[in-house]
Every structure is written in C-alpha cells, then in structure tokens.
T-cell receptor, first 115, second 109 residues
Framework: DAGITQSPRHKVTETGTPVTLRCHQT?????MYWYRQDPGHGLRLIHY???????DKGEVSDGYSVSRSKTEDFLLTLESATSSQTSVYFC??????????????FGPGTRLTVT | GQNIDQPTEMTATEGAIVQINCTYQ??????LFWYQQHAGEAPTFLSY??LDGLEEKGRFSSFLSRSKGYSYLLLKELQMKDSASYLC??????????WGAGTKLIIKP
C-alpha cells in the first residue's frame, strides 16, 4: 500500500472556524490532490499540487486554500467553515501525470462535520 | 460540460457475473480508470484502459469503446467481498480525472 496518511481522521467544527487538514506521503510522488466526496456526486477535485509551492485550483476550490512547503506534506485549509463543506475529504498522490496509467493512490479520508 | 454516467445501484448473486456500465462525455480522453471503494474506505485502483478492447485481470475485466464513449467493468465468480462501490473516472485533456458518482454493488448469497 502507498504510504499516505491523513489527519485528523474525524473532525467536528463550528461554522465560521478555520480548519486545516493534513496529508502526508512517504512515496516521494510529485503530484498530490485534495478531493471531496459527497453522496450522489463523484469525487470532486478541490486543489492539486505538481511540486513544492506549485498548486492549482480544481473544480470546487471556492472557500479552500492549500499549501505545499515540502514534497511529503499537502495541507488543505477551510478559511471559514460552512455547513456545505461537511464532507469526506480524500487526499491522493500520483507519481506522474499525462498519458499513461499513472494511477492515483488515496489516503484513508477525513470525515469533516461543520455544525 | 463533462459528464460520467453510471447506474446508481446494482444487485447480483454470489457466484454470478455482473457488468457495470459507464458512459462518458469529456473534454478530451487520455484513458479510463475503474476503482473499487468499500464503504467507509478509500478508493483503490482496479484497471486502466486507453485503447479499445478488453483488459482482463483475474476475475475482473474492463472494456473500452472510445467511439461510443463507453466502458464496462465485468466481475466474474462474484464473492461477498465484492460488495462495494465501483467508480469510473476519465482522464481529460488536462490530465485531470473526472469521476462518476459510482455504482453500489450489492451481492446476495
């Protein structure tokens, strides 16, 4: 199994508070991704990173920011949590992008509840 | 817009064969992935198709027709542990994965 951990695994927070989720990998993979998964929807890309300090927005980036100061760590911050951000958040890593079977490996997920 | 369609739920019997379909309309195509996701767990990679045809991997096979925007995942000799959601994802022209909502497969004894 790819070495990916996420912390915390579960979190309950109140509307308006900032929240930071952490993804840590031991695979030295270049690409890292943050997704959210909600019932009835496919995985939706929030932000991704293609190297240290290199990040870009995904499909549902509003209300989220990211940082990657080291190859192994990718942080997702909800600047002011809202109830619509209640979801399961998955981090994924990939060795490369482009044409080819560069599969993404997923972390165990973080279940976030905003009350 | 980009769209991936899969049936929401399917039921099959232990020992039988089941086919899970996926149709897609995306901006470009750089391959199609199938992932398995057990309840409460992370998705795990099953297969990748980029050329038309059938790829076989043990009890699981995946088929692709690019001209029809269509793929299926075939599971043979179903086991109770195959009860899971199966996610179809297409890599688009920007090399991003566009995901279907998943098909929940229920296996009955």
């Amino acid at each position: 199994d790819a070495g990916i951990t996420q912390s915390p695994r579960h979190k309950v927070t109140e509307t308006g508070t900032p929240v930071t989720l952490r993804c840590h990998q031991t695979e030295n993979h270049r690409y890292m991704y943050w997704y959210r998964q909600d019932p009835g929807h496919g995985l939706r890309l929030i932000h991704y990173s293609y190297g240290v300090k290199d990040t870009d927005k995904g499909e549902v980036s509003d209300g989220y920011s990211v940082s990657r100061s080291k190859t192994e760590d990718f942080l997702l911050t909800l600047e002011s949590a809202t109830s619509s951000q209640t979801s399961v958040y998955f981090c994924a890593i990939s060795e490369e992008e482009g044409v080819g079977s560069y599969e993404q490996y997923f972390g165990p997920g973080t279940r976030l509840t905003v009350t | 817009g980009q769209n991936i369609d899969q049936p929401t739920e399917m039921t099959a019997t232990e020992g039988a064969i089941v086919q899970i379909n996926c149709t897609y309309q995306t901006s470009g195509f750089n391959g199609l992935f199938w992932y398995q996701q057990h309840a409460g767990e992370a998705p795990t990679f099953l297969s990748y198709n980029v050329l038309d045809g059938l790829e076989e991997k043990g009890r699981f096979s995946s088929f692709l027709s690019r001209s029809k925007g269509y793929s299926y995942l075939l599971l043979k000799e179903l086991q109770m542990k195959d009860s899971a959601s199966y996610l179809c994802a297409v890599k688009d022209s920007n090399y991003q994965l566009i995901w279907g909502a998943g098909t929940k497969l229920i296996i009955k004894p």
